[in-house]
């Protein structure tokens, strides 16, 4: 029953649509997408792509009143760096190089 419910999830994160139409329109749906990472957090003001090998590999994006806060993880660590922007554009941006160097250099 648990395999049934993880691949109903998995599934449920690819076929869904970013809720914050500014990421939604960013492009970084597509750009995990292509590589099997999933939307595993979809909130207006919330969203993590996860990565289909690691519990511990995700990219976060959390939006509160005045910043934009982004959140990349650390090759082969348990920990994240965090930062922050003022626009959307940027965070996007970074988190999209940040992706690429990422599994580029694994």
Do not use: R
Request: with cysteine; charged share 25%.
């Amino acid at each position: 029953m648990q395999e049934h419910d993880n691949m109903v999830t998995q599934q449920n994160a690819i076929t869904q649509k970013c809720k914050n139409k500014i990421f939604a329109e960013s492009g970084l749906e597509q750009t995990f997408g292509q590589h099997n990472w999933l939307l595993h957090i979809n909130e207006p003001d919330h969203i993590a792509f996860k990565s289909p090998t690691s519990d511990y590999d995700y990219f976060e994006i959390f939006v509160d009143t005045k910043k934009i806060n982004v959140s990349i993880p650390l090759k082969n660590s348990t920990y994240k760096y965090k930062t922050s922007f003022d626009s959307y554009f940027n965070a996007c941006e970074y988190v999209e190089m940040q992706f690429h160097d990422f599994i580029n250099n694994k």
